[in-house]
């Protein structure tokens, strides 16, 4: 069973940054995709940005790109996003996922079978 665990959020003015880490546990010896989404009030989740297992290959939303970036370290079992420039709509619980399938679309919520709990990140204007 792998076990993903997100810290790093909270409460910035807009403008402002924060990164995210969500470290993995569990069958160490297994690559994995990784990948974040977001989930506002009232909202669907909606994906942020993935990475592949060698962290050569990465893709993001349309809403950050170029505002943030995905890294991980896999000798730290751990995944991070950087965010900056936040925009108050950049509000939502975030929430870290990995699949060790092929995930031609990594960009849906159904490639993934294993998530994080999710950590709150707030943007105030």
């Known amino acids: 069973q792998v076990r993903l665990v997100e810290s790093g959020g909270g409460l910035v003015q807009a403008g402002g940054s924060l990164r995210l880490s969500c470290a993995a546990s569990?069958?160490?010896?297994?690559?994995?995709?990784m990948g974040w989404f977001r989930q506002a009030p009232g909202k669907e989740r909606e994906f942020v940005a993935t990475i592949s297992w060698s962290g050569g290959s990465t893709y993001y939303a349309d809403s950050v790109k170029g505002r943030f970036t995905i890294l991980r370290d896999n000798a730290k079992n751990t995944m991070y996003l950087q965010m900056n420039s936040l925009k108050p709509e950049d509000t939502a619980v975030y929430h870290c996922?990995?699949?060790?399938?092929?995930?031609?679309?990594?960009?849906?919520?159904?490639?993934?079978?294993?998530w994080g709990q999710g950590i709150q990140v707030t943007v105030s204007s």
């Open positions: 996922a990995a699949t060790t399938m092929p995930a031609t679309e990594p960009w849906r919520v159904g490639a993934y079978e294993h």
């Open positions: 569990g069958r160490p010896d297994t690559s994995y995709v």
